[in-house]
């Protein structure tokens, strides 16, 4: 889970990603459905995420996980990129935009 201001980014394996206001109630502005079970999260500037996610159908060692850059617009967007991963993923960082 992340925020930026008033707006939250939260990313899982049941519901992909979803940005939210954080008024009470919270409005979602956006999603978007990814076929993987969610790792983590970062915000790279203001109009863009990475998400570091692994295949959640193959947990054998063959399993493949991926980096997601998304840009984040009103509704719903595919990937602007996806980078494939083939080592296990690990806590990462991030300084300035670098991952």
């Not at 009470?24 to 790279?44: F, H």
Request: with cysteine.
């Amino acid at each position: 889970m992340g925020n930026d201001g008033d707006t939250l980014y939260f990313f899982n394996q049941y519901r992909g990603l979803q940005v939210m206001t954080s008024a009470r109630p919270p409005v979602v502005r956006g999603t978007l459905p990814v076929a993987a079970a969610g790792e983590q999260l970062y915000l790279l500037d203001d109009t863009h995420v990475v998400l570091l996610a692994r295949d959640g159908c193959n947990w054998g060692t063959d399993a493949e996980s991926q980096a997601l850059v998304v840009e984040i617009k009103q509704g719903s967007r595919p990937p602007s990129a996806s980078l494939p991963v083939r080592e296990p993923l690990r806590p990462a960082g991030l300084v300035g935009t670098a991952l």
